[in-house]
Every structure is written in C-alpha cells, then in structure tokens.
C-alpha cells in the first residue's frame, strides 16, 4: 500500500473511530442518564461546530453526526470526490471562523482570551482536522480522489 493510500485510510478510520466514540458517548447516557453533563462537554469538544448554538442536550444531536462521520469515513476509504470536497469545505471554513474569531478577541478583548481554557480533547480535534486539511490538499492526494492537475 502506497504512503498516500495509507494516510487516507488512516483518516477514514480517524472519522469512523470519532463516529463510535459519539456512538459510545450516547449509548452511555442512554444507560445512565446522570452522566449527560459530562457527555454533552466530550460531544462538544469532539463537535466544536456546535459551541454557536445554544442546546442545552448536545447529546441528542450527536446521533447526525455519527451517521455524517461514518458516511463522510466510507466516502474516503472509497476515494470518492464529494467526501473529499466535503471535508475540505468543512475544514476550511471551520479554521477560517476560528481565525476570525481569534483575531477579533485577540484585537478587542484579549482579558477573555487570556481566561480560555483548551482542553485536550479540543486541542487534539484542532490538531488532528489541521493535518487531515493539509494532507487533503496535497497534489499527489487530490489525484487519488481523480482531481486533475
């Protein structure tokens, strides 16, 4: 197997294992409910998309997004262009919000910047989708997926 090929499957499975942590997650508030608050903090931090709504049961949304990751795996483990173009969409305008919004707190409030905190499992999602964005948008990649030069 090519060095491309196995970055490739790695990040399929990379989606797939998200996909059965959120599945984890749900299933285990389903068996004990007093854990919803921790489990919606782990479904926030696995879905940063979700920090703009306010919803106090994230939990309940989680199921979508197991179904959108495990579909969004088996489209990359398939070489398919709309879970290439997806992803990439998705990364890119995910880190371009997170710019903006830095660089506005970091120009008119740096007190509140100061006061974040970054757990882990923030900082490894932010870290792993940063590589899966910057190995996706490798030439030798991107003609795996049948985008031509």
Do not use: H
Not at 56 to 65: E, S
Not at 71 to 78: A, D, E, M, P, T
């Amino acid at each position: 197997m090519s060095r491309r090929r196995l970055g490739i499957k790695l990040i399929a499975a990379y989606l797939c294992l998200k996909a059965l942590v959120l599945f984890l997650v749900v299933a285990t508030v389903y068996e004990r409910p007093e854990l919803q608050p921790e489990a919606n903090k782990l479904v926030l931090y696995l879905i940063p998309a979700l920090q703009n709504y306010q919803i106090d049961n994230r939990v309940i949304i989680a199921p979508l997004f197991i179904i959108f990751y495990l579909i969004l795996g088996l489209g990359i483990w398939f070489l398919k262009k709309w879970a290439w173009t997806i992803i990439v969409v998705d990364l890119s305008w995910a880190f371009a919000r997170s710019a903006v919004s830095l660089s506005m707190l970091i120009v008119f409030d740096r007190k509140t910047l100061q006061l974040l905190e970054f757990p882990p499992y923030l900082a490894a999602n932010i870290l792993l989708s940063f590589f899966v964005l910057v190995y996706l948008i490798n030439s030798d990649v991107k003609q795996a997926f049948g985008w031509r030069q």
